[in-house]
T-cell receptor, first 115, second 114 residues
């Protein structure tokens, strides 16, 4: 069974500063994808960034980047130059190539960006 | 516009009254799935479908039914809803369902069972 753990239920950051959200995971698969989803108050699930496990280079999408440590099974999300619109619940998720291509989600981290 | 459409957005019902939450996608995706989101638990998969007429259970299928008669539609059926099914429900789809195919989510259905 695969698991995803987000150890920070809530975090806050000042506008324009940088914040890092933690995620650790466990899977027996060698091929898998890791994702960060953002859920703002509108409750829509928005894909922020994704990382292929076999790629050593960390993924980057504008102000969002990840620190992928495969041996440590760690997948943290760094948000630079935080904006008020970044206030949301953030979910880390794991997907592998098993018979059911489901996403296994962490419990989420509520990030509040303060003005 | 490419999207996954769920209806209704909010639903309040009583215990035992059958209900259906509809889900439709216009992206010709093969894979569709239902998740429920509960505080402190994240999202958990209920059912999934790899293609038309192919469905299977996820992690929390008890009390739910699904069908996939057409590629674009994947309704979630609660034959006899109970209060423990009060939750936020998401339908999602992806092109192939393979591990490298991103999942597109609908806007969610907030269900309250009294």
């Amino acid at each position: 069974a695969q698991t995803v753990t987000q150890s920070q239920p809530e975090m806050s950051v000042q506008e324009a500063e940088t914040v890092t959200l933690s995620c650790t995971y466990d899977t027996s698969e060698s091929n898998y994808y890791l994702f960060w989803y953002k859920q703002p108050p509108s409750r829509q699930m928005i894909l922020v960034i994704r990382q292929e496990a076999y790629k050593q280079q960390n993924a980057t999408e504008n102000r969002f980047s990840v620190n992928f440590q495969k041996a440590a099974k760690s997948f943290s999300l760094k948000i630079s130059d935080s904006q008020l619109g970044d206030t949301a619940m953030y979910f880390c998720a794991l997907k592998n190539g098993g018979s059911n291509y489901k996403l296994t989600f962490g419990k989420g981290t509520l990030l509040t960006v303060n003005p | 516009e490419a999207q996954v459409t769920q209806n209704p957005r909010y639903l309040i019902t009583v215990t035992g009254k059958k209900l259906t939450v509809t889900c439709s996608q216009n992206m010709n995706h093969e894979y569709m799935s239902w998740y429920r989101q509960d505080p402190g638990l994240g999202l958990r998969q209920i059912y999934y479908s790899m293609n038309v007429e192919v469905t299977d259970k996820g992690d929390v299928p008890e009390g739910y039914k699904v069908s996939r008669k057409e590629k674009r539609n994947f309704p979630l059926i609660l034959e006899s809803p109970s209060p423990n099914q009060t939750s936020l429900y998401f339908c999602a789809s992806s092109l192939t369902g393979t591990w490298d195919s991103p999942l597109h989510f609908g806007n969610g259905t907030r269900l309250t069972v009294t």
